[in-house]
């Protein structure tokens, strides 16, 4: 016989009247046998389904197990003997920073404010991986800087700190240098340069610059030379991190689905584009095809490339002559208006996204300069970017409304950009991201000006910097990535390279010219002026 309790919340359930209880032991009894059945029902079938899944992960490891040994073998025969010397620098490495976390450690140990959340999260957090990686030399720093330049993939905590991934290295003896060049050239070096200057102009990761001048026609020049057993060192070190992805990919299916191989690809490919510098004499000449196909030569340049004496790993280009964009003093002897040399410098980078086959996507001030005879000269071409034209009219829409307000179009141009499968509310996101840019208007700008008196004259130079705003603007942008990530948004890489170039001329136009807006200003042709017709197709297409 089946019987009710009706509970009064708060109180015990009524009492039964003796003649209503039936026998207790034949009640829990019964009651044992009568739900025992769906309770182990459901916990078989729970049980049935887990172990399904794990048999099924079980034998689709077993599967590839076979094809990741292979991998690894093969990947590890590639790598060849430089591989435990690598290993060993690695090693060095780890112990050097370690030792800097466990002195910190020692400091804040006697401070009453307790660790700070970098120090506990010890070479993992985000100041002493970077110190690591700028420890381990070329790769890990060119890893950094690839971390610096995907948010959509890597924590902001990360990328913030990896824009201060500082790509500067001892200079190689220049008997090595000297090496490289005849072994590259096929000839003495005198048959080619009248002089090379034994003192490097400067030495990075991966390549060292010197001055010369060229035989015969006696043209100034820069030899940019790839420093000996360097690519050894990079196929080394990607294919360590090729393998550490594999083998984390394989222990845990789920990374899978984050393309964690395929990041890894992409850096891989990002990296070695740079030490082939046949593709980098590739990208000059395109940019400066694209300067004499829409007239701009007498506005800018690029250096001419001398395919005679350059090489795979030797690039001897024209020598610019000039001075970064952050020079105030000498860019005011060079031009009567330093604002009207940065409108040309915009111009010409924004044409260039549509109209040349690539962009120029590292332009901070030592690759951007104003030449001597008044032109805006782009140097390095290691870096670059590509963008289709559907990316780039939505990211036209995207900063026209960062000038206008427009938060609704805003939202419609990046959700054109991002890649998602989920419906966006464009509402709520459009007021997300008016939070966030309503910030702008509270950005610190702080202009620090040194001067310095010539020890031969009287005369006093004077350099300026922009400082605070790339660090705020750095996490303005990171906001919006973020909040974009939240809506199921995944941005392509030029995304984060457009954004960066726009933060670098965002300081410029702090610098030089205070009252401009870049992104108002009818001076400035952002590739079209199609920004109101672009904003209303997004704003309704969206609806």
């Not at 009894?29 to 992960?57: C, H």
């Not at 690519?231 to 394989?250: G, P, Q, T």
């Amino acid at each position: 016989m089946a019987m009710r309790v009706a509970a009064v919340p708060g109180r015990f359930p009524p009492l039964l009247h003796h003649s209503q209880m039936p026998v207790v032991t034949g009640l829990w009894v019964e009651s044992r046998k009568l739900n025992f059945p769906s309770k182990g029902l459901r916990l078989f079938a729970r049980y049935s389904q887990a172990q399904d899944r794990f048999s099924s992960r079980l034998q689709e490891s077993i599967e590839n197990l076979p094809k990741l040994m292979v991998d690894i073998v093969q990947t590890s025969i590639n790598t060849g003997p430089r591989g435990p010397l690598r290993a060993a620098q690695g090693i060095q490495a780890v112990i050097r920073v370690g030792s800097e976390w466990l002195a910190d450690v020692s400091q804040s140990t006697n401070s009453s404010a307790g660790l700070p959340t970098q120090i506990q999260l010890g070479l993992l957090s985000p100041f002493y991986l970077r110190r690591l990686f700028e420890s381990m030399g070329a790769t890990y720093i060119k890893l950094g800087q690839f971390i610096a330049s995907a948010p959509t993939l890597f924590p902001p905590e990360y990328v913030q700190e990896f824009q201060s991934c500082f790509d500067k290295t001892p200079a190689v003896p220049f008997e090595e240098i000297q090496k490289v060049l005849r072994e590259e050239l096929g000839r003495p070096i005198d048959s080619v340069y009248e002089y090379v200057d034994p003192t490097p102009l400067a030495s990075a990761s991966i390549a060292q610059v010197h001055g010369a001048k060229l035989r015969g026609s006696q043209e100034d020049v820069v030899i940019k030379v790839l420093k000996p057993g360097i690519e050894d060192v990079l196929v080394a070190d990607l294919n360590f991190v090729y393998i550490v992805a594999r083998i984390l990919e394989f222990l845990n299916p789920e990374l899978g689905r984050a393309s964690l191989v395929g990041i890894v690809k992409d850096i891989r490919e990002s990296v070695l584009e740079e030490v082939d510098f046949n593709k980098e004499a590739a990208n000059i000449e395109a940019f400066r095809r694209y300067l004499e196909a829409m007239g701009l030569t007498r506005q800018a340049t690029a250096p001419k490339v001398y395919h005679q004496c350059s090489t795979r790993r030797v690039l001897t280009m024209q020598r610019l002559y000039g001075v970064p964009l952050t020079d105030l003093d000498s860019i005011s002897s060079l031009v009567p208006s330093p604002e009207t040399s940065l409108i040309t410098a915009l111009n010409v980078w924004f044409g260039s996204l549509l109209a040349c086959e690539t962009f120029h996507a590292d332009v901070h001030a030592g690759n951007l300069w104003l030449l001597r005879d008044g032109r805006i000269g782009f140097l390095d071409f290691g870096i670059v970017g590509r963008i289709s034209p559907k990316t780039w009219a939505a990211m036209e829409v995207f900063l026209a409304s960062i000038s206008t307000k427009e938060y609704e179009s805003m939202a419609s141009a990046l959700v054109e950009m991002g890649a998602t499968n989920k419906d966006v509310d464009l509402r709520a996101f459009a007021r997300d991201l008016e939070k966030i840019f309503s910030s702008i208007e509270d950005l610190d700008t702080e202009i620090i000006v040194a001067t310095a008196r010539g020890p031969s004259t009287n005369t006093t130079a004077v350099a300026a910097n922009v400082v605070v705003d790339e660090r705020q603007m750095n996490a303005l942008f990171l906001d919006v990535v973020r909040v974009s990530e939240s809506y199921g948004l995944r941005f392509p890489r030029e995304f984060a390279l457009l954004m960066k170039q726009l933060l670098y001329f965002d300081r410029y136009t702090r610098l030089l010219a205070p009252n401009l807006n870049m992104l108002e200003d009818q001076r400035i042709t952002i590739v079209s002026r199609r920004g109101s017709t672009n904003r209303d197709t997004f704003k309704y297409s969206q609806m």
